[in-house]
């Protein structure tokens, strides 16, 4: 589905990932670990086209996207998930939700209803503003919110930083569900116990550069990985 090659991305003058290449296959988790700092939330920018590469190529089911720009990446299937969240502080929950919205002819689809039966939590607080929310229901909010665009593939950046063992544990729930669903996911995290539990292959990250990859049983007891993860 996704195919990242040899890309190389700059922040002005500064040289932020050198020759990175990563595979995403239809129905697979994929995560890209590595510290902060790594290139991680870099790579996704660079991927749904907020930071484009000035060199390599990004592929979506064989189309060059190199260049395109985030809605139109929006409208051809990707959802995103900043690590900040970018939730609508003024809107309330359901207000989030609708004006993210966007139906798929011929397809079930997401609905809010569905995202609600998703994230329970989420349907009593459909009133309130999204700003009165805490950090870890703001970001099951931006995960149901980007559901509502009806993504084939999801790009989840750092979606347990700051959050306590409950609300990890939730999130690794949901995501194990929406995996189930056949939802493709790259996922980008430094918890290496979270996300080599849901994840099908790996890709660690370091200093902007893909220092290893491989299936996830092959990188659990890695030294290397837990070296350059800082574990």
């Known amino acids: ?29 994929v995560c890209l670990l590595g510290r902060n ?9 660079s991927i749904m086209g907020l930071v484009p590469p000035q060199r ?26 900043p690590d900040d969240r970018r939730i609508f502080a003024d809107l309330t929950v359901g207000e ?7 139906p798929v002819p011929g397809s079930e689809g997401w609905t809010k209803e569905r995202v609600y039966e998703l994230f329970p939590p989420l349907k009593p607080m459909d009133s309130r503003r999204g ?16 559901l509502m665009t009806n993504p084939q593939l999801l790009l ?8 306590a063992p409950i609300m990890v544990k939730i999130f690794e729930e949901r995501i194990r569900r929406l995996k189930e669903l056949g939802l493709t996911v790259l996922l980008a995290e430094q918890n290496l116990k979270f996300t080599l539990g849901l994840s099908d292959y790996g890709y660690i990250i370091d200093n902007g550069r893909i220092r290893c990859e491989g299936p996830v049983a092959e990188l659990v007891d890695n030294e290397e990985v837990r070296r350059i993860c800082g574990i």
Not at 131 to 145: H, M, N, P, T, W
Not at 157 to 163: F, I, K, M, N, S
């Open 1 to 29: 589905m996704l195919e990242v090659q040899g890309i190389h991305t700059y922040y002005g003058l500064s040289h932020i990932l050198f020759n990175v290449s990563l595979k995403v296959q239809r129905g697979q988790v």
């Open 56 to 81: 390599g190529r990004v592929r979506l089911n064989g189309e060059d996207v190199n260049g395109v720009e985030p809605y139109r990446l929006a409208r051809k299937g990707i959802g995103y998930v």
């Open 131 to 146: 700003g009165l929310l805490s950090g870890g229901e703001q970001k099951l909010l931006a995960i149901a919110r980007a």
């Open 156 to 163: 989840l950046d750092e979606p347990t930083e700051g959050l």
């Open 96 to 102: 989030n939700l609708e004006i993210a919205a966007r």
């Open 37 to 45: 700092g790594a290139g991680k939330t870099t790579t996704l920018k």
